[in-house]
């Protein structure tokens, strides 16, 4: 009787532990609020920043303004019509350039930032300045508009330019080097 009872509890041990585990509902769940609430903050800040470029392009009667497929804007201040080249992937490019906010108020100027080389494409620069570096010829001198996500965007610098900063640029690209697999 006692050996009956052992294989009766055996067999409905083994058969109640191969019942497949039935799925158990989350604790909390996740409606993507968060980031849908970023992405309309993030679409209002960048409407905000485009207005005021676009006031400042308004007043500004003098030059002739572009608008870059990338999201900024600029104007030449020199430009060089009878040359052809721009950086490409791996050149090597010498470049002066300073920032100051929207208005004109310095923040880098050339003498603290000093002649710099950059290899493009290769190099950590911000996204502003890797883009407009290619739009420009040997000898040009061009003054960028970048909204804060095409410059230093929510971090900034950790030193001088504080986060969600839009800032001008003016770029003077001395020399460009062909990497030389070309």
């Known amino acids: 009787m006692l050996k009956n009872s ?5 067999t409905l041990l083994c058969v109640w532990a191969c019942k497949t585990p039935e799925a158990r509902k989350p604790v909390a769940s996740k409606s993507g609020s968060f980031i849908q609430e970023s992405v309309k903050r993030n679409k209002k800040m960048v409407a905000k920043e485009e207005k005021i470029i676009a006031n400042i392009i308004k007043k500004d009667s003098i030059n002739n303004y572009l608008s870059s497929s990338d999201g900024f804007w600029y104007y030449y201040n020199a430009q060089n019509i009878e040359d052809t ?12 350039y300073d920032i100051s906010t929207l208005e004109g108020t ?8 000093g002649t710099r080389e950059y290899v493009i494409d290769k190099e950590n620069v911000f ?3 890797r883009q407009g570096l290619k739009l420009m010829k040997e000898g040009e001198t061009v003054t960028f508009l970048f909204p804060s ?3 230093f965007g929510y971090y ?16 003077t690209l001395n020399s460009i080097s062909l ?3 070309q």
Request: proline share 6%.
């Open 156 to 171: 900034g610098d950790s030193e001088k330019i504080g986060r969600n900063i839009p800032i001008r640029s003016t770029i």
């Open 149 to 151: 996500h095409k410059a």
């Open 127 to 129: 996204n502003g300045l």
């Open 106 to 113: 310095p923040i880098y100027t050339k003498k603290e930032i």
């Open 85 to 96: 080249l721009t950086p490409h992937f791996g050149d090597l490019v010498e470049f002066d």
């Open 179 to 181: 990497e030389k697999n």
């Open 6 to 10: 052992f294989y009766i509890l055996l």
